[in-house]
């Protein structure tokens, strides 16, 4: 409910509303939208992939990282950018399991040195304090990002930006929140894997099987 009484902080500073020509012109001036993977994900976008566990989500999502660093079509999926800063978060794997997943007897897979791959220690984001895990925790995304200066951030996976489950909307929805603002803070493009709930094998997947609900 609106609280009609309430004391609303003045909007006078605020940007005023353009007209359609000067959106264009605006528009005129900023970066050009690129492929990224074909039509699916452009540049500047903050793209959602999800599907059930162990369907090969991070696989794809590193092999998307690692031509993207290359500055590579993955498979027939366009790229239509340079060799990119790829900054990818992964909440999945140890380091031991990335070994395994990604060398074959005694030769290890060739990554770019333009793709970070690593994890967060939440443990060491808890001691620091100074506000909530979460708000730490993007608080360190955005040193990382300026440190890098990453071109694209991939998230594997949402569920590991909460200290509680996706499945409560109201938490997913911030975590959104906070990356769109990094998106367009950093004009960056973002990758966020995310797990459906169980469900039936035999039912098609929609946006209301995502894990948070379709909300997200």
Same mark, same amino acid.
């Given at each position: 409910?609106?609280?009609?009484? /309430?004391? !609303?902080?003045?909007?006078?500073?605020?940007?005023?509303?353009?007209?359609?020509?000067?959106?264009?012109?605006?528009?005129?001036?900023?970066?050009? *939208?690129?492929?990224?993977?074909? @039509?699916?994900? $452009?540049?500047?976008?903050?793209?959602?992939? &999800?599907?059930? +566990?162990?369907?090969?989500?991070?696989?794809?999502?590193?092999?998307?990282? @690692?031509?993207?660093? =290359?500055?590579?079509? $993955? #498979?027939?999926?366009?790229?239509?950018?340079?060799?990119?800063?790829?900054? %990818?978060?992964?909440?999945? !794997?140890?380091?031991?399991? &990335?070994?395994?997943?990604?060398?074959?007897?005694?030769?290890? %897979?060739?990554?770019?040195?333009?793709?970070?791959?690593?994890?967060?220690?939440?443990?060491?984001?808890?001691? $620091?304090?100074?506000?909530? *895990?979460?708000?730490?925790?993007?608080?360190?995304?955005? %040193?990382?990002?300026?440190?890098?200066? /990453?071109?694209?951030? *991939?998230?594997?996976?949402?569920?590991?930006?909460?200290?509680?489950?996706?499945?409560? +909307?109201? +938490?997913? #929805?911030?975590? $959104?929140?906070?990356?769109?603002?990094?998106?367009?803070?950093? @004009?960056?493009?973002?990758?966020?894997?995310?797990? +459906?709930?169980? *469900?039936?094998?035999?039912?098609?997947?929609?946006?209301?099987?995502?894990?948070?609900? =379709?909300?997200?």
């Amino acid at each position: 409910m609106i609280d009609r009484n /309430a004391t !609303l902080p003045s909007v006078e500073n605020l940007a005023p509303i353009r007209t359609a020509n000067d959106r264009l012109r605006d528009a005129i001036n900023a970066p050009p *939208i690129k492929m990224l993977l074909g @039509n699916i994900w $452009m540049s500047g976008e903050l793209h959602l992939l &999800f599907a059930d +566990t162990g369907v090969g989500k991070s696989i794809f999502a590193v092999a998307v990282a @690692n031509a993207l660093s =290359k500055g590579r079509k $993955m #498979l027939i999926l366009e790229n239509e950018c340079k060799p990119l800063t790829v900054l %990818y978060y992964d909440f999945e !794997l140890s380091d031991r399991q &990335f070994l395994t997943r990604y060398s074959d007897l005694n030769e290890i %897979y060739p990554f770019s040195n333009h793709l970070y791959v690593d994890n967060i220690d939440f443990a060491e984001l808890m001691k $620091m304090g100074g506000g909530s *895990i979460e708000q730490v925790l993007f608080q360190k995304m955005r %040193y990382d990002i300026q440190k890098l200066k /990453a071109d694209v951030m *991939i998230i594997d996976n949402i569920t590991y930006l909460n200290t509680q489950t996706t499945q409560k +909307t109201d +938490t997913a #929805l911030d975590v $959104m929140r906070q990356l769109i603002e990094i998106k367009r803070e950093f @004009n960056m493009s973002i990758l966020v894997l995310a797990h +459906t709930p169980k *469900i039936d094998l035999s039912s098609p997947l929609t946006i209301n099987s995502l894990a948070g609900s =379709k909300h997200l």
